[in-house]
């Protein structure tokens, strides 16, 4: 069965930080590219990044780009999200995602993605 489990959301001021978890089970997980996600109310859901399986390719929003960090540990089948400067536009249900054999509409775009986890709530406060 597969799993994802995000951690690490929370209340924070602005210009804080975040280290965001997702723990991943039940799948191959070094197949797949990874991806996090997040959504308001009434807002579609938004890529913010993605990593290919190997790490070492990565995709940024630009609302995000030089202020977040996706990295994964294939060892540990674990995908974290570096938040820093954090701002009150990033207050939103955040998710990770997985993605393989599917057709590839790009590596920030929700269709492209075969699992989703619960979510992890994080809300920037001024």
């Known amino acids: 069965q597969v799993q994802l489990a995000e951690s690490g959301g929370a209340s924070v001021q602005a210009g804080g930080t975040l280290r965001l978890s997702c723990a991943a089970s039940?799948?191959?997980?070094?197949?797949?590219?990874m991806g996090w996600f997040r959504q308001t109310p009434g807002k579609e859901r938004e890529g913010i990044a993605a990593?290919?399986?190997?790490?070492?390719?990565?995709f940024y929003a630009d609302s995000v780009k030089e202020r977040f960090t996706i990295s994964r540990d294939n060892a540990k089948n674990t995908l974290y999200l570096q938040m820093n400067s954090l701002k009150p536009d990033d207050t939103a249900m955040y998710y990770c995602?997985?993605?393989?054999?599917?057709?590839?509409?790009?590596?920030?775009?929700?269709?492209?993605?075969?699992?989703w986890g619960q979510g992890t709530q994080v809300t920037v406060s001024e």
């Open positions: 990593a290919a399986p190997g790490g070492r390719t990565t």
């Open positions: 995602a997985a993605a393989h054999g599917r057709t590839w509409y790009g590596p920030l775009l929700p269709s492209t993605y075969n699992y």
């Open positions: 039940g799948f191959t997980y070094s197949d797949y590219y």
